[in-house]
């Protein structure tokens, strides 16, 4: 019986989708909180990364053999404990139910599933196993994030600007371009079916953090749904919010592209400027902390943004409803 540096257990770990670009900051987050990192599964063996972390992991190109190989250490009582899964999105649900069945608990990155019905099979095969689905929302533990949910929280309760009386929302505008070459468009991430579109794809974490901290959606208006940009409204319990998500460099403002920027991301609340962009460096191993510590996010807080992204994929674009964000 193996012990961390804290001497609790040593956590077995599974990883699928060793070759993605999130991949990294999972097998940090195992190694970080003194856990194993026992085997990885990625159809691309470009996975030299691996070696930075857990060397003497086993890796697997082909599903079939690591299927064979974690069940053989389940039947051997070694089973794995968690199955990490950074494979593209349409596989995250298979993934999950495999994770599942095999008695570990799913650590799933954002999108959890692409489709709400999905959460509901989670949810049987959950009560099914008695195991538990975890997903990534890392920016709930964002300290800067943290901080403006209390202090909504608070103006909301005692009325202390007209912002937080009662009729009263927040005006919040989003804005998130991240500049993607050819590549993205051929890659899976530029099919819809297998991606959900760019608003599931590069905006779904941003719709899970304004929920949690605004409240629920009551109207959800789409002005652009195209492969490379997506805008809305979004009308929460206690904000509204025009939001604009691209991938396309020609999005970005003129003086950030003056400057060779190729990522541009701003969120205003009441016209003030939300600072985020530092802190995001431990997220991951912070998630995986309050996960093997017994807490974490689990299917009904994925729900919400889950539904979010679903309505704006399979709503008609209407431009003259709602408040356009500017770039539109």
């Known amino acids: 019986m193996d012990l961390n540096k804290g001497g609790f257990l040593v956590k077995r770990f599974a990883l699928i ?18 856990n194993e990192l026992v085997a990885v599964l990625d159809p691309n063996d470009s996975v030299g990364v691996i070696d930075s972390y857990f060397p003497e992991s086993d890796f697997f190109t082909e599903f079939e053999r690591f299927d064979r190989h974690v069940d053989k250490k389940r039947r051997k009582g070694d089973a794995i404990d968690y199955v990490s899964i950074c494979s593209p999105n349409y596989l995250h649900d298979a993934h999950i139910r495999f994770a599942l069945r095999n008695g570990a608990d799913a650590i799933c990155e954002k999108p959890l599933v692409l489709n709400p019905w999905n959460i509901d099979g989670l949810e049987e095969v959950e009560a099914d196993t008695g195991s538990k689905v975890y997903n990534i929302l890392q920016l709930r533990l964002h300290p800067a994030l943290i901080e403006l949910k209390q202090k909504i929280e ?12 009662a009729g009263k929302k927040h005006e919040i505008d989003l804005t998130y371009i991240t500049s993607r070459g050819r590549w993205y468009f051929i890659s ?8 959900g579109g760019i608003a599931t794809n590069i905006g779904i974490h941003f719709f899970d953090m304004l929920i949690w901290i605004f409240g629920k959606v009551q109207m959800n208006i789409v002005h652009l749904f195209e492969p490379n940009k997506a805008a809305g409204f979004l009308e929460l319990e206690n904000a509204r919010v025009r939001w604009f998500l691209s991938v396309d460099e020609k999005s970005l403002p003129g003086d950030v592209r003056a400057l060779g920027q190729r990522t541009y991301r701003s969120i205003t609340v009441d016209g003030e400027e939300i600072e985020f962009s530092k802190g995001f460096t431990d997220l991951h ?19 919400a943004s889950v539904e979010t992204a679903y309505a704006i ?11 356009k964000h500017p770039f539109v």
């Open 17 to 34: 989708g060793g070759a993605g670009y999130v991949a990294p900051r999972h097998m940090r987050a195992v190694k970080d909180t003194g």
């Open 154 to 165: 608070e103006n909301q309760s005692d009325g202390r600007s007209d912002k937080g009386k």
């Open 188 to 195: 899976w991430k530029g099919d819809d079916s297998k991606s």
């Open 285 to 303: 191993t912070l998630s995986y902390q309050e996960i093997v510590d017994g807490n974490g996010f689990g299917l009904n807080e994925a729900r």
């Open 313 to 323: 994929r399979n709503t008609k674009p209407a431009l003259m409803r709602g408040e």
